[in-house]
């Protein structure tokens, strides 16, 4: 069975440039997360999206948007990136919206700004 | 405002002895914590989970126990293995009418040796 899948891996931007990174949750599975993981720091909630409706989101500025699809994959799109957005992105899937008891990862998109 | 803490960055134990890793949270609306288990390049891996409800839960190896007085809850893994060393995150769950979000700690590395 697929589990989690992110892209890409590992991505290098530079100051100002936008980008887009994609996941895929876990078949069957309608909710869909999105974390940031700074070096040192446990990961940080961004966004869900249940049912493609956004459900909850994060202490992000609104360069920070994403959108899920009709067949549950996601997007998280980040504008006007600044040094401070490198981190390892998680996108993280459940089967439902509220009421989640565990959350499956991926192996997360490492962002580099430079 | 850090809500779940977890105080010790690293732990050492020796293989086959217990592991113990502690968590604090401030929040007490907080209705599931969790464990994940993250080795580097990889995204967390859902180790066990508890209801606010539940003082304990066991699973093979890991038991996490839950102190709701003291908003503190610590994972028990007995007997250690080599397999065991990675990084640890407590993370704590809230359910609202349409959303659950993860918050986490910000980690504690347990390193078991030989």
């Known amino acids: 069975d697929a589990g989690v899948t992110q892209s890409p891996t590992h991505l290098i931007k530079t100051r100002g440039q936008h980008v887009t990174l994609r996941c895929s949750p876990i078949?069957?599975?309608?909710?869909v997360s999105w974390y940031q993981q700074v070096l040192g720091q446990g990961p940080q909630f961004i966004f869900q999206?249940?049912?493609?409706?956004?459900?909850g989101r994060g202490n992000f500025p609104d360069r920070f948007s994403a959108r899920q699809f009709p067949n549950y994959s996601s997007e998280l799109n980040v504008n006007a990136l600044l040094l401070g957005d490198s981190a390892l992105y998680l996108c993280?899937?459940?089967?439902?919206?509220?009421?989640?008891?565990?959350?499956?990862f991926g192996q997360g998109t490492r962002l580099t700004v430079v | 405002d850090q809500q779940v803490k977890q105080n010790s960055p690293s732990l050492s134990v020796q293989e086959g002895r217990i592991s113990i890793l502690n968590c604090d949270y401030t929040?007490?609306?907080?209705?599931?914590f969790l464990w994940y288990k993250k080795y580097p390049a990889e995204g967390p891996t859902f180790l066990i989970s508890?209801?606010?409800?539940?003082d304990k839960n066991e699973d093979g190896r890991f038991t996490v126990f839950l102190n709701k007085s003291a908003k503190h809850l610590s994972l028990h893994i007995v007997p250690s293995q080599p397999g065991d060393s990675a990084v640890y995150f407590c993370?704590?769950?809230?359910?609202?009418?349409?959303?659950?979000?993860?918050?986490f700690g910000t980690g504690t590395r347990l390193q078991v040796t030989l």
């Open positions: 929040n007490s609306m907080f209705d599931y």
């Open positions: 508890i209801s606010s409800i539940k």
């Open positions: 993280a899937s459940s089967s439902q919206g509220a009421m989640n008891t565990e959350a499956f």
């Open positions: 999206y249940y049912e493609k409706e956004e459900r």
């Open positions: 993370a704590a769950a809230r359910f609202t009418g349409t959303a659950s979000k993860l918050t």
């Open positions: 078949s069957g599975h309608k909710s």
